[in-house]
């Protein structure tokens, strides 16, 4: 999976799980508890680390940056320089841009379909036909496995969710995905706040003047 695979799959992820700050029943089945957290946010927004490690458990790479998360099918997910990077996600289209390259990669989300970054649709029951999810918990952490359904997928093995508890609340701490080929992706996240005022606006994105731009129609 190439890094730009990687931070599209990061901020969809980071899309469908951003309700985690907010109260809900516990229930015994996994995947009901799991969609139950996805449906209850409207956005999100705060700081991140990603670490990309190899089979091995080598660290490979270490990236941060900022996020906003905008329910429904809004995310943008700007990586801080050395490795600066900016992917902005609208219910229509999926834009990359790289400045070192001065290039910018757009994607009709529909180009997206069937994969990992289906995610960004926000659809619980999309989430549950495509994976078994898993809920384990160890006092006030509780952990959500998604296995994928798929297995011609290539894309991945699987992906964790870390909530903390905190009273009655969830709160989103982590969450992970491993490739098939033994590579790991671990996102953290900080300063997060949830339900404030994002218009759709901030997540429309236009490079600068010069910016090669390629369309990728499906």
Request: hydrophobic residues 35%; glycine residues 6%; aromatic residues 12%.
């Given at each position: 999976m190439t890094l730009i695979s990687r931070v599209i799959f990061a901020g969809a992820l980071l899309y469908c799980s951003v309700g985690s700050a907010l109260v809900f029943a516990e229930k015994s089945?996994?995947?009901?508890?799991?969609?139950?957290?996805l449906a209850s946010f409207e956005t999100l927004q705060g700081n991140f680390v990603q670490k990309i490690k190899d089979p091995d458990g080598k660290l490979v790479q270490?990236?941060?940056?900022e996020f906003k998360v905008k329910?429904?099918?809004?995310?943008?997910?700007?990586?801080?320089?050395?490795?600066?990077?900016?992917?902005?996600g609208t219910p229509e289209k999926l834009k990359i841009y790289d400045p070192d390259l001065e290039q910018l990669t757009v994607?009709?989300?529909?180009?997206?379909?069937?994969?990992?970054?289906?995610?960004?649709?926000?659809?619980?029951?999309a989430i549950?036909?495509?994976?078994?999810?898993?809920?384990?918990?160890?006092?006030?952490?509780?952990?959500?496995?998604?296995?994928n359904k798929q297995t011609n997928d290539s894309s991945f093995e699987?992906?964790?969710?870390?909530?903390?508890?905190?009273?009655k609340a969830f709160v989103l701490n982590a969450m992970s995905f491993a490739d098939k080929l033994g590579q790991?992706?671990?996102?953290?996240?900080?300063?997060?706040?949830t339900n404030i005022?994002?218009?759709?606006?901030?997540?429309?994105f236009s490079p600068p003047p010069g910016t090669d731009i390629i369309v990728n129609d499906p």
């Open positions: 089945d996994s995947a009901e508890s799991f969609t139950e957290i270490e990236t941060k940056g329910r429904p099918g809004y995310f943008l997910w700007k990586i801080a320089p050395p490795y600066e990077q900016i992917v902005a994607h009709q989300n529909d180009s997206l379909a069937g994969s990992p970054a289906l995610l960004i649709s926000g659809d619980v029951k549950e036909a495509q994976y078994n999810i898993e809920k384990q918990s160890s006092k006030n952490i509780y952990s959500f496995v998604l296995k699987s992906m964790t969710f870390v909530f903390k508890k905190s009273g790991t992706t671990d996102v953290s996240l900080d300063k997060v706040k005022s994002l218009g759709a606006d901030v997540f429309e």
